[in-house]
């Protein structure tokens, strides 16, 4: 359910972000603790949140809980930095 929950929402802010997603920055867009890349195009944190949405559904696989509880915390992150980027950007 959680993990249906974090693909919905992914796939909605793709959607919002979609237009801007290609659109190159001077700088990184987001904190550097927040997310490994240094792109200037926000294509590029989507693609980092894609990565540990599956991440996540491997260590949700492989019952792998201490892995599980941190990448759906740091994609919850990652969601909500998303979330504000096109209000805010």
Known sequence: ??????E???ATLR??????AQHATLS???DRHLFR??????QGY????????????????HEHLPKVAWLASQLASHLEALAR?????
């Open 46 to 61: 989507l693609e980092e949140a894609d990565a540990n949405l599956a991440a996540l559904r491997q260590a949700v696989t």
């Open 28 to 30: 990184a867009r987001f």
């Open 37 to 42: 890349t240094r792109s200037t195009l926000l």
């Open 85 to 89: 980027f096109p209000a805010s950007g």
């Open 15 to 20: 959607q919002r972000c979609a237009p801007l």
């Open 1 to 6: 359910m959680l993990l249906q929950t974090l």
């Open 8 to 10: 919905e929402r992914l």
